[in-house]
């Protein structure tokens, strides 16, 4: 599969754990971006990268959540302090600079905070 | 501020019927618009893409139309199926190749096709 895939698909936590999201994007290319989804909202923007440079951040990304894209490649979302309110599904996807920069979306970690 | 507002939020229709999203928005400059299909627990996945130029495209039983003049998306299912049944979010893309935040969702209507 060359798909976008996301690691793990669920997470269950407590409050005040610390999480980590993993994604893979498709090979060949270079945007990567983080979204947040909760239930029956269209998902909402946190964070893009291209290549390994984080080059814009959503208001939404507060001082607890952090994204690295450290070679360029996969990239990993930390949530540091987990809230209830950060239950949500979270998206990763991925486009290339050329072309229809269509993002082609992983199938995303469910974190529930009890 | 660029919004894409959809309607309805919800809708149940039975299966072997059509049924018509809408989509409104308000992107600026305007790039493409795409519908997605989001099964639940899923990711989204693209159905259609229509740039400014473009006013119907067909995927199967899906066909959307766009009125850039009115700033107007619909997506058509014909002869829905079981497997219809799944959230379908309108994106709007503005131009802006540095921009990471180029995307607009829409809030997504929820169809449930029931036999």
């Known amino acids: 599969d060359t798909g976008v895939s996301q690691n793990p698909r669920h997470k269950i936590t407590k409050r005040g754990q610390n999480v980590t999201f993993r994604c893979d994007p498709i090979?060949?290319?270079?945007?990567l971006y983080w979204y947040r989804q909760t239930l029956g909202q269209g998902p909402e923007f946190l964070t893009y990268?291209?290549?390994?440079?984080?080059?814009?951040k959503s208001r939404l990304l507060s001082d607890r959540f952090s994204a690295e894209r450290p070679k360029g490649s996969f990239s990993t979302l930390e949530i540091q302090r987990t809230e209830q309110g950060d239950s949500a599904m979270y998206l990763c996807?991925?486009?290339?600079?050329?072309?229809?920069?269509?993002?082609?979306f992983g199938p995303g970690t469910r974190l529930t905070v009890l | 501020k660029n919004q894409v507002e959809q309607s309805p939020q919800s809708l149940i229709i039975l299966e072997g019927k059509n049924c018509t999203l809408q989509?409104?928005?308000?992107?600026?400059?305007?790039?493409?618009l795409r519908w997605y299909k989001q099964d639940t627990g899923r990711g989204p996945v693209s159905l259609t893409i229509m740039t400014f130029s473009e006013n119907t495209k067909s995927n199967g039983r899906y066909t959307a139309t766009l009125d850039a003049d009115t700033k107007q998306s619909s997506l058509h299912i014909t002869a829905s199926q079981l497997s219809d049944s799944a959230s379908y979010i309108c994106?709007?893309?503005?131009?802006?190749?540095?921009?990471?935040?180029?995307?607009?969702f829409g809030g997504g209507t929820r169809l449930m096709v029931k036999p």
């Open positions: 990268f291209q290549n390994e440079a984080q080059l814009e």
């Open positions: 090979s060949e290319h270079n945007r």
């Open positions: 996807a991925s486009s290339a600079r050329q072309g229809s920069n269509e993002q082609f």
């Open positions: 994106v709007v893309s503005a131009m802006n190749n540095n921009a990471g935040n180029m995307l607009t």
């Open positions: 989509c409104n928005y308000t992107v600026s400059p305007f790039s493409n």
